[in-house]
């Protein structure tokens, strides 16, 4: 009975050992500079076509730029402004209106202002596939963040296919 005792404890710790190992190397889907730039092009589209001269920023899964454009007339401001959102969205894995609207509610999220580089206004977008966050998009310069991320949830739409 030990020795089927001390099998079965050398057993778990070998597959506890294995699982840590298998775990120590991950493979994650990121954004391409293809897809960023098609997203990028795409969301200063739509804000064009209704009117609004905007800014976008497409960054990758760990918050860094990977493509930006700026429409014809866009103010100065709305490049960092959309770079910031799109951080934001990014690393929080979530639309930055969602998150304004939480902050300005709950007052355990106020607080979410403070952290360096967000930017709690309206128009960033996670990119995901699947469930999994590959990067975001922020836009701005719409007079309106909710019109800002109108945009961006339309650039993604015309690249759903490839989000697979």
Known sequence: ???FA???????????????????????KNMSLD???????????????????????VVDRAGTVRAVMRADNAGP????????KAYTSASAKNNTLAMMEAAQKNPAAANLVNIPGYLLLG??????????????VGVGGAPGGHLDEQCAIAAIDKVKDQLK
Request: charged residues 10%; glycine residues 8%; hydrophobic residues 50%.
């Open 35 to 57: 897809l960023a730039t098609q997203i990028a092009a795409a969301t200063v589209a739509s804000c064009t076509a209704a009117g609004y001269n905007v800014a976008a920023t």
């Open 1 to 3: 009975m030990q020795t």
């Open 77 to 84: 401001h709305t490049l960092e402004a959309s770079r910031l």
């Open 123 to 136: 128009g960033g977008v996670p990119v995901k596939v699947g469930n999994e966050v590959i990067g975001a």
């Open 6 to 28: 001390k099998a079965s404890i050398l057993a778990l710790s070998l597959a506890a050992a294995s699982l840590a190992s298998a775990q120590s190397v991950r493979v994650e």
